[in-house]
């Protein structure tokens, strides 16, 4: 069964960093795209990155391109975040799926419970 951990959100001053981890089980992670997404208050849900394990293909939202980066080892997949703004606190959860262009169409078959990200002073 597929599972997705996240881990990493904090509270974090604008202009500081922070990474997030994703911890997948249950899949061979290499014939799936796994991305992020995030929710803030009162908004849509949005994809942030996703990173597709069959060819390496990475998509980032304009919003963050240049200062965030995702990256994956074994089993984790990660996204560095770097130069945060207020304007990206929100949970972000890890998805996963086996559509290429899951972020660019925002749809995800499996989903994980969230780790808040707060941006401010």
């Known amino acids: 069964q597929l599972q997705l951990v996240e881990s990493g959100g904090d509270l974090v001053q604008p202009g500081g960093s922070l990474r997030l981890a994703c911890a997948v089980s249950?899949?061979?992670?290499?014939?799936?795209?796994i991305g992020w997404f995030r929710q803030a208050p009162g908004k849509e849900r949005e994809a942030v990155s996703c990173?597709?394990?069959?060819?390496?293909d990475t998509y980032y939202r304009d919003s963050v391109k240049g200062r965030f980066t995702i990256a994956r080892d074994k089993s984790t997949v990660y996204l560095e975040m770097s130069s945060l703004k207020p304007e990206d606190t929100a949970v972000y959860y890890c998805?996963?799926?086996?559509?290429?262009?899951?972020?660019?169409?925002?749809?995800?078959?499996?989903w994980g419970q969230g780790t808040q990200v707060t941006v401010s002073s």
């Open positions: 249950g899949i061979t992670l290499d014939t799936y795209v």
């Open positions: 998805a996963a799926g086996l559509r290429a262009a899951m972020c660019y169409i925002q749809r995800a078959d499996y």
């Open positions: 990173i597709n394990n069959r060819d390496g």
